[in-house]
């Protein structure tokens, strides 16, 4: 337990938003927004639903948080996590409007992140992307993103984030922090300061943190990472280049059904490092001379049984260099290219024979390593030229990328005792049971024209994008002894999604001073996606054969209208939408989570037709004294299936889906979030409830609603001698101590589950606390 007296008062702030007009569509370069802690605006200027998290928004949670996990007080918003700082891979999952993670977009300084999926084939997530402590911004576009983001999966908004720009004056900052299941956290950062135009800083961190559920060992997640960026500034313009390091090391919590909750409850987890009590579990299953079967006690069942439940490693090599450039006074140019490397395995003990490759049985064990592993290498380059005339702006922009990604499984059969898995495993794996490569091709470019009239009391934006993505997948041998049999070898098949005209428009109208009303209207496409347990091409050759032609790429069209009211302490915002969401595709794999090492257990994919969203969300900032900010938010949302589900495995079912709310997709929403900042002291308490959610199809599962809260205190000395400042925070998250179904594995959704059996949701972490000591020098 941490010492009340180690860490006096807090860190908090006071929750602001802030959206620059077409903040999405503009250059990172002049995006940076190292002086919008002082702005406190709710998307004035834009003809669609933006929101702004910035630095200060992230002092009620511990440091080191994902960014991703801090926009869940926005309205419309479900942002899930196992852990307090939302950062384990396998359990980080945001909805926004009935869409969930892998339908949004997610770009940094322009660069593109890919689809945000876990086990993912074209990016990475934000929080391996970048220092926390390294964000300038967030914006999230939370129905329709600009046209100029690189983003072949935005259906349903986009989330545009942007690092920090060097500081102009030379500095350090470090702080440290210790928490709660041994965690233990400390970030520096270097900052060149300014000289001939140049600047640079220099920043990394380290992080580990031990699983909260019952296990006693090989339970700790590492991190490791290093950011750099250096930037040039000259008459007419300048050029950035950013790096990133990152190296995550994570231990997994299980996936539990709510039968194995009502037997077992939340701490659920692996049984190291009893590893002889293990053997005899899976000699239940694998018969081998030398373990006898010792069944697991009631209520635990054989299947519930793990020694652990794996490691995830990630390692990622991210950089970008980009220009922007003044040639002349209306015309405006930026130009970018970026490469991504990505390594990736997940490690886990499952049940199966080992026989060390000989042909003695004497040691034989129950137990094999199913190794799975992902590689990624994407180069791209996109630019914008934007150009005024009059009261038009014009915008141009292009977007290329190749990549070629990877996933394979696995299966060791030498398994001699318990090792730690947290490592990338060396030597032959014995057999394989599907190895992949995909190459993708994708081209994007868009035409927009804004048009600024009555002394910019209103304007229009109109114009269209163009996107074409091809990803050819091919079934490989891979690096097995034996290579993998063709019941369970992924398919060879080639996917185009492609559509030249993408129309967007949108108004804004400043109906009288501090009020305004605006209005859009989208059409977006998704390419097919990819990677293990995620696209159609993730499927056996016998299934693609059957499905493979008929398939149609997910679309959307978006209408999004609000009125906004911002006058000194007082900012409201008000947003109705209506979504159709096309050629819906419902993935389903009949296999539980840790049992998918079977032969055959593959995936298969259902067009559901159409879902139809509808919902209204309300944000209001109240600032009635300088030192009090209280924010509050709420959020109603109906997403339904349009038709019944003619589900189709061995045979085809028609499943009463039509009218049934969408998977994962709260109806109801709301939080609020209280802070004040006075003399050196700052305070914030954040609730959010989020509202009754379905896992099945025919909505027969659920799990209720929920009510979390986050406590952040802090104290800042000022300048003391040589320091620029220093501070002292105690964050508690999760303060009631509330249990719940946190994230869901959209995978395993299924059309029903009337025995609960299904292995759908991780549990919430408990209470946690974190305190944090830092220094500026």
């Known amino acids: 337990m941490l010492r009340k007296s180690a860490f006096a008062l807090a860190l908090a702030t006071c929750f602001t938003f802030s959206a620059q007009a077409k903040a999405a569509d ?9 002086d919008l802690e002082g702005i406190i605006v709710i998307g004035r200027g834009e003809t669609r639903s933006v929101s702004t998290l910035v630095p200060s928004n992230l002092d009620v949670l511990p440091p080191g948080t994902s960014v991703q996990k801090a926009l869940n007080f926005l309205p419309g918003v479900s942002a899930q996590s196992i852990d307090a700082l939302g950062v384990n891979e396998q359990s980080l999952s945001l909805q926004v409007r009935g869409f969930n993670t892998t339908h949004l977009g997610y770009t940094l300084d322009g660069m593109p992140l890919g689809d945000g999926a876990y086990n993912n084939y074209n990016g990475l997530t934000i929080s391996r992307a970048l220092i926390s402590e390294n964000l300038g911004r967030a914006d ?96 007419g313009g300048k050029i950035t280049a950013f790096a990133d390091l990152s190296r995550t090391n994570q231990a997994d919590d299980t996936y539990l059904s709510k039968d194995m909750l009502g037997r077992l409850g939340w701490d659920w987890a692996g049984y190291a490092p009893d590893w002889q009590s293990y053997l005899g579990v899976a000699a239940c299953s694998v018969k081998v001379p030398s373990v006898a079967c010792a069944a697991a006690p009631a209520p635990q069942k054989n299947a519930d049984v793990t020694f652990t439940n794996g490691q ?56 094999q390593i199913r190794d799975t592993r992902y590689t990624i290498d994407r180069t791209g380059g996109l630019g914008s030229l934007s150009w005024t005339v009059g009261f038009n702006q014009f915008q141009a922009g292009f977007w290329l990328e190749e990549n ?3 996933a394979a499984r696995y299966i060791r059969t030498d398994v001699t005792g318990p090792f730690s898995l947290a490592k990338f495993l060396k030597g032959q794996p014995s057999t394989a049971q599907w190895v992949q490569e995909t190459k993708w091709k994708t081209r994007q470019f868009y035409l927009q024209d804004t048009v600024a009239l009555f002394d910019d009391a209103l304007s229009v934006e109109f114009g269209f994008k163009g996107t074409y993505s091809k990803s050819d997948a091919r079934a490989i041998d891979g690096i097995a002894a034996t290579p993998p049999p063709t019941s369970s070898q992924f398919a060879t098949g080639t996917l185009v999604a492609k559509d030249y005209f993408l129309p967007q428009a949108g108004l804004r109208w400043k109906i009288a001073p501090e009020h305004e009303v605006y209005a859009s209207y989208s059409e977006n496409m998704a390419m097919y996606q990819g990677g293990f347990k995620l696209g159609p091409q993730s499927v056996s050759q016998a299934v693609w054969d059957l499905q493979g032609k008929t ?19 007082l900012q409201v915002s008000l947003a109705a939408y209506w979504v159709k969401f096309d050629n819906r595709l419902l993935q389903y794999n009949p296999c539980p989570t840790n049992q998918q090492q079977n032969p055959g257990c593959g995936n298969s994919f259902h067009n559901a037709g159409s879902v139809t969203s509808r919902g209204v969300e309300l944000g209001v900032l109240w600032n009635p004294l300088p030192w009090l900010s209280w924010y509050n938010s709420a959020s109603y949302n109906k997403s339904t299936y349009d038709d019944d589900l003619n589900f189709c495995t061995a045979t085809c079912v028609l499943k009463a889906t039509a009218g049934k709310q969408q998977v994962d997709t709260p109806k109801k929403m709301a939080a609020s979030t209280l802070s004040l900042k006075y003399a050196g002291f700052s305070a914030s308490v954040q609730g959010k409830y989020t509202g009754h959610r379905y896992y099945t199809y025919t909505n027969d599962q659920s799990f209720g609603g929920y009510v979390t809260v986050d406590l952040g205190l802090g104290y800042s000395f000022g300048d003391v001698g040589p320091l620029k400042g220093a501070k002292l925070s105690l964050n508690v998250t999760n303060l009631t101590n509330k249990r719940y179904a946190s994230n869901f594995d959209s995978s395993v959704f299924a059309p029903d589950d009337a025995a609960g059996t299904i292995l759908v949701f991780h549990s919430s972490a408990p209470r946690q606390v974190f305190g944090t000591i830092g220094f500026d020098f």
């Open 312 to 367: 995830i490693l990630r390692n990622d090599d991210l950089f970008y260099l980009a220009g922007d450039f003044d040639l002349t006074e209306s015309i405006k140019l930026h130009v970018q290219g970026y490469h991504h490397e990505d390594k990736g395995a997940g490690n886990n003990f499952i049940t199966g024979l080992s026989n060390q490759g000989t042909a003695s049985t004497a040691d034989d064990l129950p137990v």
């Open 140 to 235: 999230l576009a939370t129905g329709i993103a600009g046209l100029g983001i690189p983003s072949t999966s935005n259906l349903g908004g986009a989330l545009t984030y942007f690092s920090s720009d060097p500081g102009k004056e030379l500095g350090l900052k470090v702080n440290g922090t210790i928490g709660s299941e041994s965690s233990k956290r400390v970030f520096a950062r270097l900052d060149t300061g300014e000289h001939g135009g140049f600047s640079a800083y220099l920043s990394g961190q380290y992080s580990e943190q031990d699983l909260f559920v019952n296990q006693g060992a090989y339970k700790k997640s590492t991190g490791k990472q290093f950011n750099a960026k250096a930037q040039y500034e000259f008459e």
């Open 404 to 406: 070629t990604s990877s």
């Open 551 to 569: 398939l149609k790429p997910e679309t959307s069209k978006s209408f999004d209208g609000g009125y906004r009211y911002v006058s000194g302490p």
């Open 26 to 34: 503009v250059p990172p370069a002049e995006a940076d927004s190292g």
